[in-house]
């Protein structure tokens, strides 16, 4: 039987994200701690336990801290009981506290303000206004942005697309067009097919740069996701709808673009008597299937 010692350093291991391996160490640290003060032992994660470190993890996070915490703590327990440290773990069976996603109309752009911004952010040389429009025009985060390069540029149909890549590299091609399209262009003629178009910046500097651009710009505070939910809302009111938002910025669920659109989910306004006074069972004949089977083996 494998320690719990070498079980938690093989699965934070298993983690390329040195980021990634922080957090869930210190949601580990966090759930030891936990234990400590009350007398339980570490390795005990009863379903009763379990309620009770998130209930006392409410009273000190917000529900949507609490459920990534509870996350990390829960992969760690499951990564002891594949090595057979332990039997199970009660934290998926949890009742987490319910997340209240509160969103700042006010904080996204208006379209005076992005061309401030993209007056700004030409001022800094063409990557940096091409960087900031495939964020703002593009839908794109820094991190996919800072990963296309020359040979990631084609046209099809008169079209120039872009092919975009996701932290875990899955692909999707966008199109970009008018002033965009021009730097993307001229970049991809003046730099090597595989030299990045934004230069070797990092994802985390770039982002927190054009949160600076996009502020002094305006007079106000923004940041980079304040810029692309304007870029949501912008394609929504130009009639697009909303799961092709969704797959524009490579989402595998429109949630994020209704709760920036503040648009609520369809099925949770559908009523309880609408769905009876809807739903037909259609009559079969009093028997149910082929009606082989006699009523006396019912």
């Given at each position: ?93 949890v009742k987490l506290p319910k997340r209240e996603i509160v ?36 839908g794109c985060d820094c991190q996919e942005a800072l990963r ?151």
């Amino acid at each position: 039987m494998r320690t719990v010692r070498s079980v938690t350093a093989n699965f934070l291991a298993s983690y390329p994200s040195i980021h990634t391996r922080k957090r869930y160490k210190k949601d580990i640290v966090t759930w030891q701690r936990w234990c400590a003060e009350q007398g339980v032992h570490p390795l005990d994660c009863s379903v009763a336990n379990a309620q009770q470190f998130v209930a006392w993890m409410s009273e000190r996070y917000t529900p949507t801290s609490v459920a990534s915490r509870v996350c990390g703590v829960a992969k760690w327990f499951d990564a002891l009981v594949d090595a057979k440290v332990l039997r199970a773990h009660g934290l998926h069976s949890v009742k987490l506290p319910k997340r209240e996603i509160v969103l700042n109309l006010e904080s996204i752009p208006t379209d005076d303000e992005m061309m401030l911004v993209m007056a700004e952010a030409a001022k800094l040389g063409p990557r940096w206004e091409w960087l900031a429009g495939m964020v703002a025009w593009a839908g794109c985060d820094c991190q996919e942005a800072l990963r296309v390069r020359g040979v990631d540029v084609r046209t099809w149909e008169g079209k120039t697309l872009v092919t975009v890549r996701s932290r875990k590299q899955n692909r999707r091609e966008i199109p970009v067009d008018g002033r965009l399209e021009v730097l993307t262009v001229g970049l991809q003629s003046v730099y090597a097919p595989t030299t990045p178009l934004a230069g070797t910046m990092t994802s985390e500097w770039a982002t927190i740069r054009l949160g600076k651009i996009a502020s002094a710009a305006t007079g106000r505070r923004l940041n980079v996701q304040d810029m692309r939910r304007w870029a949501v809302r912008r394609q929504f009111e130009r009639g697009v709808s909303v799961p092709v938002i969704a797959r524009w910025l490579g989402h595998t669920t429109d949630r994020w673009v209704r709760q920036t659109l503040r648009l609520t989910d369809g099925v949770a306004e559908v009523t309880a008597a609408e769905v009876i006074s809807s739903i037909l069972v259609e009559p079969d004949g009093g028997r149910f299937g082929s009606g082989q089977a006699p009523d006396s083996i019912i």
